[in-house]
């Protein structure tokens, strides 16, 4: 299983970025799928998630209204659309596979991350 994220990089306060996430290994109609994030001397926050049990998707209430996930299960590809960012949205992202269908459940794989930097 490969979770391959990308799309990071340095953007101003009120920018965008999309992030992609390439998975191999397994469907994303299978798992669960989402992103988290990290940053330095901080604790992991979950940021986003898509359960394929129903549907429903989730978003941390920092990010709500801000960003978007997707995923296109032609491209086996998980996205995240970031708009209006700021300073506190400075973190490595990760894309990340749950152990089942529902995003309550566990993390299972997750990848390398990628950064991104809201700076002026």
């Known amino acids: 299983v490969q979770l391959q994220a990308s799309g990071g990089g340095l953007v101003q306060p009120g920018g965008s970025l999309r992030l992609s996430c390439v998975v191999s290994g397994f469907t994303l109609d299978d798992y669960a799928i989402g992103w988290f994030r990290q940053a330095p001397g901080k604790e992991r926050e979950d940021v986003s998630c898509i359960s394929v049990s129903d549907g429903t998707i989730w978003y941390a209430g920092s990010v709500k209204g801000r960003f978007t996930i997707s995923k296109d299960n032609a491209k086996n590809t998980l996205y995240l659309q970031m708009n209006s960012l700021n300073p506190e949205d400075t973190a490595v992202y990760h894309c990340?596979?749950?152990?089942?269908?529902?995003?309550?459940?566990?993390?299972?794989?997750w990848g390398q991350g990628t950064q991104v930097t809201v700076s002026s």
């Open positions: 990340t596979s749950h152990i089942n269908a529902n995003c309550l459940s566990s993390y299972d794989y």
